[in-house]
């Protein structure tokens, strides 16, 4: 029975907090490529699609919530703004 339990929150814990693998490292910064090609295009599919929990309506979600509930946090998406600042330095 704990075996059953912890597994899922263990799951959890290796995909959103661990960087070598899971969410860190197929977001935030490695998103570059797909902003480089089509930026417009992958900035309209972000807004509407979440990282870990698939659902129909997330665009309409207040970003609050994205935050809380769904961990859609701020580490997971791509600074574009940040890099222009860094160049120009």
């Known amino acids: ?11 959890m814990h290796i995909l959103v907090n661990l960087e070598a693998t899971g969410l860190t490292n197929a977001n935030g910064m490695n998103l570059k490529r797909y902003y480089d090609k089509c930026p417009e295009e992958y900035a309209k599919y972000r807004e509407s699609t979440s990282i870990l929990v ?6 309409y979600i207040p970003l609050s919530l994205k935050r809380t509930l769904l961990l859609d946090l701020e580490r997971y998406e791509y600074p574009p703004a940040l890099l222009e600042k860094k160049k120009q330095n």
């Open 1 to 11: 029975w704990l075996c059953s339990s912890v597994s899922p929150l263990f799951t």
């Open 54 to 59: 698939p659902m129909v309506g997330y665009q």
